[in-house]
Structure formats: structure tokens, C-alpha cells
């Protein structure tokens, strides 16, 4: 094992192992019930899904970017799978898993994952109230009688039946409230050494047990009884009809996966300031959804509210996720009678603690003292996460804000003018802001070349050129000043730029004090050509 796969998987000190594994207990106990619901939505039978947490949550805990974060499937790409399923039935979706790793795995080999630095602030605020919102909105179905069948789920896995009343509600409420409060006050009142979730389900459920409650339990939603998952090659025609009908799926899934991965990575490195490899965990997903497709699971990604409770009962290491894949593991071949046996109640009420933990409340606070353009992202992004999915929403605020961006920097190029005081007929052009496509119209804007005097002379100090768009301003207004006669100089041009510029190449006026920076591309002149290169 390398070094950087052995970080985080070292063994801790005792208690922290101890930590650790009561954690993925707890998170292995919340998976079940989230595990077969994402199967129902995807329209597979509950192990499918049930396969998919364990292989998946294994694979990432060992090879990750991320220690302790809890992966499995999802109800973001279970939503996607559901026509896939309908219309070629489950071997086709295990083929586009596989193929959806695959796209996965080469995203991290070519560290695609530092992308998501391009993520503002503002879209993360929205993403995780979004996401607070889309789990609270996924337990309302727990107060609900089962749905009847064939009944179509929301955009979050959630398909509607009736829902309950008079003393089925009020039990359900009072369980479920009993809950949070063990959560809240146990670690304070009774102890610290067992997790306050796991604590508040064993608690729960012994009440429930004790007292032979009415109460819907795990196994209401479906039997978990199965074996170990087999190896198999999935039943479909090696053709191109197979590859067109699955790529598709296999890279919105592959994508939206990604997405959700990374983010929750972000925010469980912020929670715990610690980093993580997002390359790493691009490449470990793919791996572990190629595994899954070859095991019978339906593919997954990491699953943020299950990330959180981990995180929130003090998983800190690999040790925690291995822990609740090994344990959801065992629930299926050996203990299947006694989780079934847990009250729902419990399970909704520590998804009702994440739902507190994970809003970001504080974004309530600042919308009043940061940029509309912000506040508008943050309660857009909020919006269409609840409305759609998470990666749609992503990519919708990071567009937004990318726009808002190149709107602000190309209004913010302007010039300080004035004359020689030692020749008076060379005016000096000092330029502010960067120079790229958006500001290429506020930059002609600042020049007279018409009306200027016999030399004019631009200096580039406190301005930078970002992109082929600027340069070819350059050279065009190179060629404005050539045509009336104007002697032009630019002063304070990056190396590149220098060598870059076609027609105003000759005008520059080297400097020791000339600034070093690359430009987002590169460009090769041949035969006097300019001609878009390789990437930087």
C-alpha cells in the first residue's frame, strides 16, 4: 500500500477506533432503509441496491480521496435509472454502470476532479440547503401509508400515499421526536462513548420492542434476507445498439455522481478542515461503480446525508465507512430479522438531526450583507436542487456565477490618462483590469485614435491579458493608430503576450519590470500566422 493510500487507514488510537466503528454502525443502520427505497424508485429488486452500498461504500472507504465519507446508492441517479430500467430491464443497467465507471475512472486519471474548484462559494451554500430541504422532503413518505403500486416517484425518490393519522400519527411523531431529543441532550446527559444517533436508535427501538408498538418498521418496506453478492457478466448484446442505448445513461450518471461526490467531499473536508484528493475520489468511484456493475449492484456515488452522520458521531478515519460496509454486509447474510425490526421512527429521526446539522443557516444571516448577485445564487441553486437534482442545480449557479463574474471584470477595465511632462505631444494610457473577451469593448472604448497625438503609449502594469480575445484587441487597435500616423508603444506586456502579438509584436517595449504570467492558452506563430495551440 502507497502512502497516499494508506492516508487516513492507519489504525488509531483505541478510542478513536472505537469511535469509528460504533459510527459506521450507526451509518449502516441508516443506509438500509435508504438502500431499498432507491431500489424501488429504480424499479430493482432491494438487494440491487442493498449490494450497491456495501460494494460501493467498501471500495471508496479503501481507495478514496476522502476518509469518512460514506458512499452508496442514490436517489439522484436512481431517478435516472427508472426508464432505463422500464424499458430494457436490470441487465442493461448494469452494463451502463459499469460503462458509467469506466467514464469515471478516466475523469480521474486525467484529474478532471480540481475542477470543481471552479464551484463558488455561493453555489456550495445553495447545494447543501438544497440538499437539507431534499432529505427533510425524503422522510415525509415515512408518515405516509405505502404508496399503491405502480405509483410514480418525485424528482427525489419520494411517491406519495396517504397520510397517517390520530394515534398511528402521533406515535410516529412522538417517536421520531424522542429521537432528536436523545441526539441532542444524550452526549451531554447520559454518555459520550456511544454515538448520540446509535444511541437514540437502540434506545428506540427497544421502547418500541418492549412495548409491542404499532409502529412501521424496516422490514415494512421490504425483506433485506439475501446472500453474497455473485460475480456475473451482465446479460446483454456486445454490439453498438448496446453502446447507444447506454451511453447516454452512463454519462449523465457518470456526471451527476461525480458531481455530487465532490461536493460532498468539499463540504466534509470543511467540517472536519481537513483536504481530500478530488482526482482520487473520481477515480475511486468509477472503480467502485465497474465493481458494483459486475456484482449485481445499481451504481452509486457518495451520499451526503449518511457523510454527515458519520461525520457528526465522530468518524473520522477509513476505519468508519469499512466499518459500515462490513456491517451493512452482515445485516443481509446474518441479521436481517433483527434490523427489520427497527422502527422507522428512529431512522426518520436522525435524518431530521442531519436536516438541522447540514442547512447552512448562517447563509440567512449574510444573504443581507454580500452581493444580490450571491444571495440570488444561493436561493436559485437552493431552489432547483429541490426542484430537479443536485448536479443541475450545480452547474446552473456555476454559470450564473461565472456570468456575473465576466460581467463585473469587464466593467471594471478603465484607464488613468495623462501627458509626458516631457514630451507633451506623448499621451500615457495606464491601463486597470484584465483584458479578455468581455472587456475587449470597455477597452476600445478608452482610446481616441483619431484625435490623440503623435505618440501614444500604453502601459499594461496594472491591467493583464487573459485570453486570445485581448490580444487580438491589441493588434487591432495597433493597426488604428499605424493607420493615422500615431506612433504607438506598449509597455509592461507579459513575455507571452510579446511573443503572441502579430501585428503590435514590434511596438512593445521590453522592461525589467515586464510581468511574468501565462495566458489561459497558448498560441504558436507559423508563417506569420496566429494559430490557437495546446493547452497551458
Not at 431500489?39 to 441496491?49: N, T
Not at 428506540?204 to 412501521?216: E, H, K, M
Not at 460496509?325 to 452482515?330: E, K, M, R
Not at 514590434?506 to 490557437?532: C, F, M, T, W
Request: include cysteine.
Amino acid at each position: 500500500m502507497t502512502a497516499s493510500m494508506a492516508e487516513g487507514f492507519a489504525v488509531p488510537s483505541t478510542g478513536q477506533l472505537r469511535t469509528d466503528v460504533l459510527s459506521g454502525l450507526t451509518v449502516a443502520l441508516a443506509l438500509v432503509p435508504e438502500a431499498v427505497a432507491f431500489s424501488f424508485v429504480a424499479g430493482v429488486h432491494p438487494l440491487v441496491g442493498l449490494y450497491a452500498a456495501f460494494i460501493i461504500g467498501l471500495v471508496t472507504a479503501l481507495v478514496g480521496g476522502r476518509p469518512g465519507m460514506i458512499s452508496g446508492a442514490t436517489g439522484a441517479l436512481a431517478v435516472v435509472m427508472v426508464s432505463l430500467v422500464a424499458q430494457y430491464g436490470v441487465q442493461y443497467l448494469f452494463a451502463t454502470v459499469i460503462l458509467m465507471g469506466i467514464i469515471q475512472l478516466l475523469a480521474g486519471l486525467m484529474r478532471w476532479g480540481k475542477f470543481i474548484r471552479l464551484v463558488p462559494h455561493p453555489v456550495m451554500l445553495g447545494f447543501v440547503n438544497g440538499l437539507a430541504i431534499v432529505i427533510f422532503l425524503a422522510q415525509l413518505s415515512q408518515f405516509q401509508t405505502p404508496p399503491p403500486e405502480g405509483a410514480v416517484a418525485g424528482p427525489h425518490g419520494v411517491a406519495a400515499g396517504q397520510w397517517l393519522s390520530g394515534n398511528a400519527l402521533y406515535l410516529m411523531l412522538g417517536l421520531t421526536v424522542l429521537t432528536m431529543a436523545l441526539i441532542q441532550f444524550a452526549p451531554k446527559a447520559i454518555t459520550r462513548i456511544i454515538p448520540a444517533p446509535l444511541l437514540a436508535i437502540l434506545v428506540v427501538s427497544a421502547i418500541v420492542i418492549g412495548f409491542d408498538l404499532d409502529v412501521r418498521s424496516v422490514g415494512d418496506l421490504a425483506s433485506i434476507k439475501g446472500g453474497l453478492p455473485q460475480f456475473s457478466i451482465p446479460m446483454v448484446p456486445l454490439n453498438l445498439q448496446t453502446l447507444e442505448i447506454i451511453l447516454p445513461y452512463a454519462a449523465i450518471l457518470a456526471a451527476i455522481g461525480l458531481i455530487e461526490s465532490l461536493l460532498t467531499l468539499n463540504l466534509v473536508s470543511e467540517m472536519t478542515g481537513t483536504r481530500g484528493g478530488a482526482s482520487r475520489e473520481c477515480a475511486a468511484q468509477g472503480t467502485a461503480n465497474i465493481i458494483t456493475g459486475f456484482f449485481g449492484g445499481m451504481g452509486g456515488c457518495a451520499m451526503i446525508g449518511q457523510s454527515m452522520i458519520n461525520v457528526r458521531s465522530g468518524g473520522r478515519t477509513r476505519w468508519a465507512a469499512v466499518s459500515a460496509a462490513l456491517f451493512l454486509l452482515g445485516f443481509i447474510v446474518f441479521a436481517s430479522g433483527l434490523i427489520e425490526a427497527i422502527p422507522l421512527a428512529a431512522l426518520v429521526g436522525v435524518m431530521f438531526m442531519v436536516v438541522i446539522g447540514t442547512f447552512a443557516w448562517r447563509s440567512i444571516r449574510i444573504m443581507a450583507r454580500v452581493p444580490l448577485s450571491d444571495s440570488l445564487v444561493i436561493v436559485l441553486v437552493t431552489i432547483v436542487t429541490v426542484m430537479t437534482d443536485l448536479a443541475t442545480a450545480v452547474v446552473v449557479g456555476v454559470i450564473i456565477s461565472a456570468l456575473v463574474y465576466s460581467w463585473n471584470a469587464s466593467t471594471r477595465m478603465r484607464a488613468t490618462i495623462s501627458i509626458d511632462e516631457l514630451s507633451p505631444d506623448t499621451k500615457i494610457y495606464k491601463l486597470h483590469g484584465p483584458l479578455f473577451f468581455g472587456s475587449v469593448e470597455s477597452f476600445n472604448s478608452l482610446f481616441d485614435p483619431v484625435n490623440d497625438p503623435e505618440t501614444v503609449i500604453i502601459d499594461f502594469l496594472e491591467s493583464r491579458v487573459v485570453d486570445h480575445s485581448g490580444l487580438q484587441a491589441i493588434d487591432a487597435l495597433a493597426e488604428k493608430y499605424q493607420a493615422n500616423g500615431t506612433t504607438l508603444k506598449l509597455r509592461h506586456l507579459s513575455r507571452d503576450c510579446q511573443v503572441l502579438l502579430n501585428k503590435a509584436g514590434q511596438l512593445v517595449e521590453p522592461g525589467k519590470e515586464d510581468p511574468q504570467y501565462g495566458l489561459a492558452v497558448d498560441y504558436s506563430i507559423r508563417h506569420g500566422q496566429l494559430n490557437a495551440g495546446h493547452q497551458s
